[in-house]
C-alpha cells in the first residue's frame, strides 16, 4: 500500500519545479532539492519514507510547512463527525425500513423503502448535495449553507453523504428479509403460534442483521472517500477538503499523507468488522 | 428496485430454443416494466450521444457574452433559443448536457471494456494455473479492494494528464481488480467439473481450456457486473471532473458542468440541476437494465441484490 502511493504520487511530477520560483538559479534549485532530500536515489527516499511512516510520522506539507500527521489530526474530528452523523442517519432510516419493506413487500413504505434503494444507485451525493443546498438552504432558508458551527450545520451534509449507503442498506436488509420470511425457523415459529410481532422482533430481525454488520464498515471507509466531495460543497473543515485543496495546490506529500491515512482507517476497520461477523455469527466461527 | 414478476415467469420458461436464453429474456422483457423504462432510458442515452451534432442546438462552447447567465426559457430572463439557459460564458446548457453523453457514455463504456479485458486475464491465469501466479495476482487485488475506491481513483488521477484516453484507463486499471475477483472466483469454481478435467486429459494446452472452456462460462455474471460498474463508472467520471481530475474544464462533460455549477449554485441553480439530472437519468436506466441482464443471465441471482 505505502509502495504504491509513494511511487504513484512521485511519479506526478517533478517537486522542485512545482515549489521553487521560476525565475530560481539552478543552484537555488539544487540547494532546495538537497534540502528536501530529492537528491537522494529513489529506493533511498522510500526507505526512509518507510520508516518514518511506520513510526507515525507521514512527512511535512510542501505548502503549509507543516507536519501532515498534525494537519490530518487537527481535521480528523470533523470528518469524523460527519461521517458518523451520516452513517447514524442512514442506520436510523435504513434499519426500520428495510425491516419493515421485507415483512410487507407491496405496502406504501415498501414503496418507500424501493424509492430510497434506487436513489442511493442513481443520485450523485455531490449533486444532492447542491439541491439540498438550493432547497432547504436557499429557498426555504431551513439550514445554513455551509461551514460547521453548530449542530444545524450538519444536517444537510450528513444527509448528502449517508443518501449512498443508506440506499445500499435497506436494499441489504430488504432482500434478506425476504429470504429470512421462508426460511423453516419461521415457518416453525409460526405454526407454534408465535405471534408475527414476535417472529420479526425475535427471529427475523437479528438475521437480518448479520450481513449489515460487513456493510457498515466498509460504507464508513467509502464516506471517508465521499467527504472529499460533501466537504469542499459544504464547505466543511475536514480531511476532505483539505485533501482536494492539497490536489489543487500539487501538495503531494500531503495528498500522500492523506491517502495513506484513509487506506489505513479502511483496513483497520475491516479487520474490526472480520473480528465483529465472528463475534456476532457463531457460524462465522466454525468455519 | 421497481416491481417485477419474479419467479411467476419460470414456469412458463420455454425449456429450450437452440439453448439460448434469448426468448426468455425478451418474454422477461416484455413483463417486466422496469426493464421496458431502462431500455428507453440507455437507448436515448445512446442516441443522444451519437446524434449530439444533430440534435444539439448550438455547438457545445458556442455562446455570446450578450446571452450569458440567462435562465431557462420559462424563466422571467429566459430566452426562447435556450430551453435549458445558458451558462456565465453564454453557452448553451440543453446543448451542453447532450454533448455531455458523449464523455460519461465514452468513458463508462471503453472503461469497462479495459477493466473487465484485465480482469478476466488476470482473474483466468490466477484461477486456473493457481500456485505463485494465483498468489501474486489475489494480493495485488486484495490490496486494491481494500482502499477506499475513491481514494484509489485520486491517487492514480493525479499521475496521469488531463485527458479522455487517460480518465479511460484511470477506470479500466482501477476497476479490473473487481472483475479479477469475480472470474477467480468462478474459475475456482469451475475447475474442479468434469468436463474441464475431461478438457485436460485430452491434452488440451492451458490457454485452450481457458478461452474456450472457461471463459464461455463466465459470460453471465461478467456481462452482469459489466452492466453494473458502467453505471458506477458514470458516477465516478463526473465525481473525478467535479474534483478537476477527470477532462479537461472546456470539455462539455456532465461533472465538469456541475463543478462549474457550484461556483454558480446560489444565482444560476440552472447551471447545475440540468447535469445532475442527466446523470442520475443515465445511471437509473443503466440499473434498471442490469437488473433485467442478471435476471436473464443467471436467474439464481435473482434475490440476491
Same mark, same amino acid.
Given at each position: 500500500?505505502?509502495?504504491?502511493?509513494?511511487?504513484?504520487?512521485?511519479?506526478?511530477?517533478?517537486? @522542485?519545479?512545482?515549489?521553487?520560483?521560476?525565475?530560481?538559479?539552478?543552484?537555488?534549485?539544487?540547494?532546495?532539492?538537497?534540502?528536501?532530500?530529492?537528491?537522494?536515489?529513489?529506493?533511498?527516499?522510500?526507505?526512509?519514507?518507510?520508516?518514518?511512516?511506520?513510526?507515525?510520522?507521514?512527512?511535512?506539507?510542501?505548502?503549509?510547512?507543516?507536519?501532515?500527521?498534525?494537519?490530518?489530526? =487537527?481535521?480528523?474530528?470533523?470528518?469524523? #463527525?460527519?461521517? +458518523?452523523?451520516?452513517?447514524? +442517519?442512514?442506520?436510523?432510516?435504513?434499519?426500520?425500513?428495510?425491516?419493515?419493506?421485507? @415483512?410487507?413487500?407491496?405496502?406504501?413504505?415498501?414503496?418507500?423503502?424501493?424509492?430510497?434503494?434506487?436513489?442511493?444507485?442513481?443520485?450523485?451525493?455531490?449533486?444532492?448535495?447542491?439541491?439540498?443546498?438550493?432547497?432547504?438552504?436557499?429557498?426555504?432558508?431551513?439550514?445554513?449553507?455551509?461551514?460547521?458551527?453548530?449542530?444545524?450545520?450538519?444536517?444537510?451534509?450528513?444527509?448528502?453523504?449517508?443518501?449512498?449507503?443508506?440506499? =445500499?442498506?435497506?436494499?441489504? +436488509?430488504?432482500?434478506?428479509?425476504?429470504?429470512?420470511?421462508? #426460511?423453516?425457523?419461521?415457518?416453525?415459529?409460526?405454526?407454534?403460534?408465535?405471534?408475527?410481532?414476535?417472529?420479526?422482533?425475535?427471529?427475523?430481525?437479528?438475521?437480518?442483521?448479520?450481513?449489515?454488520?460487513?456493510?457498515?464498515?466498509?460504507?464508513?471507509?467509502?464516506?471517508?472517500?465521499?467527504?472529499?466531495?460533501? #466537504?469542499?460543497?459544504?464547505?466543511?473543515?475536514?480531511?476532505?477538503?483539505?485533501?482536494?485543496?492539497?490536489?489543487?495546490?500539487?501538495?503531494?506529500?500531503?495528498?500522500?499523507?492523506?491517502?495513506?491515512?484513509?487506506?489505513?482507517?479502511?483496513?483497520?476497520?475491516?479487520?474490526?468488522?472480520?473480528?465483529?461477523?465472528? +463475534?456476532?455469527?457463531?457460524?462465522?466461527?466454525?468455519? | 428496485? &421497481?416491481?417485477?414478476?419474479?419467479?411467476?415467469?419460470?414456469?412458463?420458461? $420455454?425449456?429450450?430454443?437452440?439453448?439460448?436464453?434469448?426468448?426468455?429474456?425478451?418474454?422477461?422483457?416484455?413483463?417486466?416494466?422496469?426493464?421496458?423504462?431502462?431500455?428507453?432510458?440507455?437507448?436515448?442515452?445512446? &442516441?443522444?450521444?451519437?446524434?449530439?451534432?444533430?440534435?444539439?442546438? !448550438?455547438?457545445?462552447?458556442?455562446?455570446?457574452?450578450?446571452?450569458?447567465?440567462?435562465?431557462?426559457?420559462?424563466?422571467?430572463?429566459?430566452?426562447?433559443?435556450?430551453?435549458?439557459?445558458?451558462?456565465?460564458?453564454?453557452?448553451?446548457?440543453?446543448?451542453?448536457?447532450?454533448?455531455?453523453?458523449?464523455?460519461?457514455?465514452?468513458?463508462?463504456?471503453?472503461?469497462?471494456?479495459?477493466?473487465?479485458?484485465?480482469?478476466?486475464?488476470?482473474?483466468?491465469?490466477?484461477?486456473?494455473?493457481?500456485?505463485?501466479?494465483?498468489?501474486?495476482?489475489?494480493?495485488?487485488?486484495?490490496?486494491?479492494?481494500?482502499?477506499?475506491? &475513491?481514494?484509489?481513483?485520486?491517487?492514480?488521477?493525479?499521475?496521469?494528464?488531463?485527458?479522455?484516453?487517460?480518465?479511460?484507463?484511470?477506470?479500466?486499471?482501477?476497476?479490473?481488480?473487481?472483475?479479477?475477483?469475480?472470474?477467480?472466483?468462478?474459475?475456482?469454481?469451475?475447475?474442479?467439473?468434469?468436463?474441464?478435467?475431461?478438457?485436460?486429459?485430452?491434452?488440451?494446452?492451458?490457454?485452450?481450456?481457458?478461452?474456450?472452456?472457461?471463459?464461455?462460462?463466465?459470460?453471465? $455474471?461478467?456481462?452482469?457486473?459489466?452492466?453494473?460498474?458502467?453505471?458506477?463508472?458514470?458516477?465516478?467520471?463526473?465525481?473525478?471532473?467535479?474534483?478537476?481530475?477527470?477532462?479537461?474544464?472546456?470539455?462539455?462533460?456532465?461533472?465538469?458542468?456541475?463543478?462549474?455549477?457550484?461556483?454558480?449554485? !446560489?444565482? !444560476?441553480?440552472w447551471m447545475s440541476i440540468y447535469p445532475g439530472l442527466a446523470i442520475s437519468l443515465t445511471a437509473f436506466g443503466v440499473n434498471l437494465l442490469g437488473d433485467w441482464v442478471r435476471d436473464v443471465m443467471d436467474p439464481r441471482l435473482r434475490h440476491a441484490d
Amino acid at each position: 500500500m505505502l509502495v504504491l502511493v509513494f511511487f504513484t504520487v512521485r511519479l506526478t511530477g517533478d517537486p @522542485v519545479g512545482l515549489m521553487v520560483a521560476r525565475n530560481a538559479t539552478p543552484e537555488q534549485r539544487e540547494a532546495f532539492r538537497v534540502a528536501h532530500g530529492f537528491d537522494r536515489p529513489l529506493a533511498e527516499q522510500f526507505i526512509g519514507y518507510l520508516g518514518d511512516a511506520l513510526r507515525g510520522d507521514l512527512g511535512r506539507s510542501l505548502r503549509l510547512h507543516l507536519p501532515n500527521m498534525d494537519l490530518i489530526m =487537527q481535521r480528523l474530528p470533523a470528518t469524523m #463527525e460527519l461521517a +458518523l452523523a451520516a452513517l447514524l +442517519l442512514s442506520l436510523a432510516i435504513a434499519v426500520p425500513l428495510g425491516i419493515i419493506s421485507g @415483512v410487507f413487500p407491496g405496502s406504501p413504505l415498501d414503496l418507500l423503502a424501493r424509492l430510497i434503494g434506487l436513489a442511493g444507485q442513481t443520485i450523485p451525493s455531490f449533486w444532492l448535495a447542491m439541491i439540498l443546498i438550493l432547497v432547504f438552504a436557499v429557498n426555504l432558508r431551513l439550514f445554513p449553507t455551509f461551514g460547521r458551527d453548530s449542530l444545524q450545520h450538519l444536517v444537510l451534509p450528513a444527509l448528502a453523504l449517508s443518501v449512498a449507503s443508506m440506499g =445500499q442498506m435497506v436494499r441489504l +436488509l430488504r432482500s434478506a428479509v425476504l429470504e429470512i420470511t421462508r #426460511e423453516d425457523y419461521v415457518r416453525t415459529a409460526r405454526a407454534k403460534g408465535v405471534s408475527e410481532i414476535v417472529i420479526t422482533l425475535r427471529h427475523v430481525t437479528p438475521n437480518a442483521l448479520i450481513p449489515l454488520v460487513s456493510v457498515v464498515g466498509v460504507n464508513f471507509t467509502y464516506m471517508l472517500g465521499g467527504s472529499v466531495y460533501i #466537504e469542499t460543497i459544504f464547505a466543511w473543515p475536514g480531511l476532505g477538503t483539505l485533501l482536494n485543496d492539497a490536489i489543487n495546490d500539487s501538495d503531494f506529500p500531503l495528498v500522500q499523507a492523506i491517502t495513506i491515512f484513509i487506506a489505513a482507517f479502511a483496513i483497520g476497520l475491516n479487520l474490526l468488522t472480520d473480528v465483529a461477523y465472528d +463475534l456476532i455469527d457463531p457460524r462465522a466461527r466454525q468455519r | 428496485m &421497481l416491481p417485477r414478476a419474479d419467479g411467476e415467469l419460470t414456469a412458463r420458461q $420455454p425449456r429450450s430454443w437452440r439453448g439460448r436464453p434469448l426468448p426468455y429474456g425478451l418474454q422477461r422483457l416484455l413483463h417486466d416494466p422496469g426493464a421496458i423504462l431502462g431500455l428507453i432510458l440507455v437507448s436515448l442515452v445512446v &442516441l443522444t450521444a451519437l446524434f449530439a451534432d444533430q440534435l444539439a442546438p !448550438y455547438g457545445p462552447t458556442e455562446g455570446s457574452l450578450t446571452d450569458a447567465k440567462r435562465p431557462e426559457t420559462w424563466q422571467e430572463r429566459g430566452l426562447p433559443g435556450h430551453l435549458l439557459g445558458t451558462d456565465q460564458l453564454g453557452q448553451d446548457i440543453l446543448s451542453r448536457v447532450i454533448y455531455g453523453a458523449r464523455v460519461s457514455l465514452t468513458v463508462g463504456f471503453f472503461g469497462v471494456l479495459l477493466a473487465s479485458a484485465i480482469g478476466v486475464t488476470l482473474g483466468l491465469s490466477a484461477g486456473y494455473l493457481g500456485g505463485r501466479v494465483d498468489a501474486l495476482v489475489s494480493a495485488a487485488v486484495n490490496l486494491l479492494l481494500s482502499f477506499p475506491y &475513491l481514494v484509489l481513483v485520486i491517487i492514480v488521477a493525479t499521475v496521469f494528464g488531463r485527458n479522455l484516453l487517460n480518465v479511460i484507463l484511470i477506470f479500466g486499471i482501477t476497476d479490473a481488480p473487481v472483475f479479477a475477483r469475480l472470474v477467480r472466483g468462478e474459475v475456482l469454481r469451475l475447475r474442479g467439473q468434469d468436463y474441464v478435467t475431461a478438457v485436460r486429459g485430452l491434452g488440451a494446452p492451458a490457454w485452450r481450456v481457458m478461452l474456450l472452456h472457461l471463459l464461455p462460462n463466465l459470460v453471465g $455474471p461478467l456481462v452482469t457486473l459489466m452492466t453494473f460498474e458502467m453505471s458506477a463508472m458514470i458516477f465516478y467520471e463526473a465525481g473525478l471532473s467535479f474534483l478537476g481530475l477527470s477532462v479537461p474544464p472546456e470539455v462539455p462533460s456532465w461533472g465538469n458542468m456541475l463543478a462549474l455549477g457550484r461556483s454558480f449554485l !446560489y444565482i !444560476y441553480p440552472w447551471m447545475s440541476i440540468y447535469p445532475g439530472l442527466a446523470i442520475s437519468l443515465t445511471a437509473f436506466g443503466v440499473n434498471l437494465l442490469g437488473d433485467w441482464v442478471r435476471d436473464v443471465m443467471d436467474p439464481r441471482l435473482r434475490h440476491a441484490d
